[in-house]
């Protein structure tokens, strides 16, 4: 195996990862071919793409049905390949070589200190004595265009300015002449360009994998005496339109991304060649590292921190089986709420984190207590230590009179495609494919079945969302009752985009919108909610309702064991991203594998409301069953 641009991504977390993933000499200067480099990187493509799907509360492994969501979700990623070559051919004159001709992919290679770094190009474009670099990725501009600021009290303006006719991102330091300082102070344009540098940040991850391919390419260039050459070489990223609205057109059952009604592409391109620059002396740096690594295998224990990405797409794959094997599933130092700033020592050094574990700060119970400084966490502690609840019934019974009947228990399973699939979608909007609705009538008045309406798609290809909206429209009065969800914001976000894709519909639906209740209020709590029902500041921000077994998180998968017996444990589609993977193959299914799926996802999303409907029926018992106004019982 040579070093491909994953294996220096990796390679280079930390000291120890090397000699945990038993690298010989001989695997160095070993080859790889096209299809196992891609094969490669396909691996941490889906995962990012599912990666968006869930939330970390479901606690989803992700590589127990790795091959699942390959199948399911890699297609999505080939047409944004394709569809970045077809649109860099636009603006990129000359010789373009991308995914459709892997045959002809364009690789780099070059050996130092007994290594091999290998990296193949997804997008290689060159014209007269210009060679442009352009890498594909699977997310949006608005991470970029997300890197704004001001001046204090005016508007916020993004560090990238957008050049139409090139369809092209560049950094307004790089326009000659640009006023940029009545934008914003110099340091500040600075504090968000260094987010570029960050290969931990929502952005730097992507800059850093482009950096990796310049270092590999100049590499080859300078073993080849070619380092004239390197002045006329640019890099870019090829990445989806934040701002493209499909118009919803097909030809033989496949999308046509023309440019939408405003001439947005599907595809934008970010020009990071001056980055990419900057970064090469950190890069040399870094690989000397990485060699001295490889060939050390050091695999003695080292701090853990940001680089392990714990429970995000990228987790180092030996960080639960080895580095964190030691923090508890339930009940850690990192399981206090509200606690991304961890805490603050007595001689006021700043704590947090990773970093906890790494001081030896592991259950939640080693924390000193003089580090102890807001109620909450003194009440998950006593919880803990105590085996104890908290609960304030004043604060659930005023919360459950804010109620009106009847509530409409609601929730969607959304299909986030990285490319818009139907009239009016964007990249990665939430598209609704199946809800459930629990109605209930009266307080306590709901039959799991006799109550309960589920509309789910029976198809993948074809636009069903209208019927969607009928149903929806049919059985939810927006004149009177509640609409109540896990999340609700979520829910509210949904019926917001459908109503401005079918705007016929409008009006009931904004009227559902406008009627939104989050059964977290109930359990958790809305600070300025509370506060209007006269409860004070502090009491006001505190939970409603607290048990160890949440170990820090309102998730309904945690809260629901709490309050009852129900659980997902036996069902067939048991989260989120398992929903999306059974719709997203449904075209690959087998009539009797499709009916099985459809009836899994059925009962799936039916339980996700029938257990509002159960956690609800259980806080108004503990208002019933304790008559003080908080109770640490």
């Excluded at 000699?19 to 396909?42: G, M, N, R």
């Excluded at 709420?337 to 259950?363: A, S």
């Excluded at 257990?611 to 806080?619: D, H, Q, R």
Aim: proline letters at 3%.
């Amino acid at each position: 195996m040579a070093i491909t641009k994953t294996d220096f991504i990796n390679y280079t977390r930390c000291r120890r990862y090397a000699a945990l993933d038993e690298v010989h000499k001989e695997k160095l200067d070993a080859d790889i071919s096209y299809q196992d480099y891609k094969k490669q990187e396909e691996q941490d493509i889906v995962k990012e793409l599912i990666s968006g799907m869930f939330s970390e509360d479901e606690e989803v492994d992700l590589t127990k049905k790795e091959n699942k969501q390959l199948n399911a979700m890699l297609p999505f990623y080939k047409i944004v390949e394709l569809e970045a070559g077809r649109i860099a051919g636009k603006y990129f004159p000359g010789t373009l070589v991308y995914a459709e001709s892997t045959h002809n992919q364009e690789s780099f290679e070059f050996s130092q200190n007994g290594v091999k770094y290998i990296c193949y190009v997804d997008i290689y474009n060159e014209n007269n004595d210009e060679v442009n670099i352009i890498e594909v990725k699977a997310t949006t501009s608005s991470k970029f265009w997300g890197l704004q600021s001001n001046h204090k009290k005016q508007d916020k303006y993004p560090i990238f300015y957008f050049d139409k006719a090139r369809n092209t991102y560049i950094l307004k330091e790089e326009i000659g002449g640009y006023p940029l300082e009545e934008e914003m102070p110099i340091e500040n344009y600075q504090k968000q360009r260094e987010k570029l540098f960050d290969r931990y940040s929502n952005v730097g991850g992507y800059v850093y994998d482009l950096a990796i391919q310049r270092f590999i390419l100049e590499g080859e260039y300078r073993e080849a005496n070619n380092a004239d050459k390197l002045k006329n070489v640019h890099y870019y990223l090829a990445i989806l339109n934040h701002n493209y609205v499909f118009d919803g057109k097909y030809e033989n059952k496949k999308a046509i991304y023309d440019p939408d009604e405003n001439d947005n592409e599907l595809i934008v391109f970010i020009d990071l060649t001056k980055i990419t620059e900057e970064y090469q002396i950190r890069l040399k740096e870094i690989a000397q590292k990485l060699e001295h690594d490889l060939f050390t295998l050091d695999a003695s224990v080292c701090k853990m921190g940001k680089w392990c990405d714990r429970k995000g797409y990228k987790e180092c794959p030996y960080f639960s089986t080895i580095c964190g094997k030691k923090i508890p599933l339930y009940n850690s130092s990192l399981n206090y709420l509200h606690n991304g700033f961890g805490f603050t020592t007595p001689t006021g050094e700043k704590i947090k984190g990773l970093d906890l574990i790494n001081e030896g700060y592991i259950d939640m119970l080693d924390i000193p207590e003089d580090w102890i400084k807001h109620r909450v966490h003194e009440i998950q502690r006593e919880c803990y230590a105590f085996d104890k609840e908290y609960i304030d019934t004043e604060k659930i019974a005023a919360g459950l009179k804010c109620l009106e009947y009847p509530i409409y228990h609601l929730d969607f399973e959304t299909m986030p495609c990285p490319v818009p699939r139907f009239r009016g979608e964007k990249p990665y909007i939430q598209s609704p494919f199946e809800f459930s609705l629990h109605i209930e009538r009266e307080p306590g008045v709901c039959d799991k079945e006799k109550d309960n309406y589920i509309f789910l798609a029976k198809t993948f290809d074809n636009d069903e969302r209208e019927e969607l909206v009928k149903m929806l429209v049919k059985y939810i009065d927006g004149d009177k009752g509640t609409l109540f969800a896990q999340n609700v914001a979520f829910e509210k976000g949904r019926i917001k985009e459908l109503a401005g894709i079918f705007p016929e519909y409008k009006e009931p639906l904004m009227k559902m919108y406008n009627r939104g209740f989050d059964l977290m209020w109930l359990v958790n709590t809305k600070k300025d909610m509370y506060e209007e029902l006269g409860f004070d500041k502090e009491r006001a921000s505190l939970p409603n309702f607290y048990n160890h077994h949440l170990s820090g998180s309102f998730s309904i998968k945690k809260t629901l064991p709490v309050f009852s017996d129900l659980s997902y444990k036996d069902l067939t589609v048991k989260n989120g991203t398992e929903a999306i993977v059974a719709y997203a193959t449904y075209n690959q299914m087998t009539k009797e594998e499709f009916n099985l799926y459809y009836e899994a996802l059925r009962i799936y999303c039916q339980q996700d409301t029938w257990a509002m409907v159960v956690i609800l029926e259980a806080l108004r018992k503990l208002c019933k069953e304790n008559v003080k106004k908080t109770v640490l019982s």
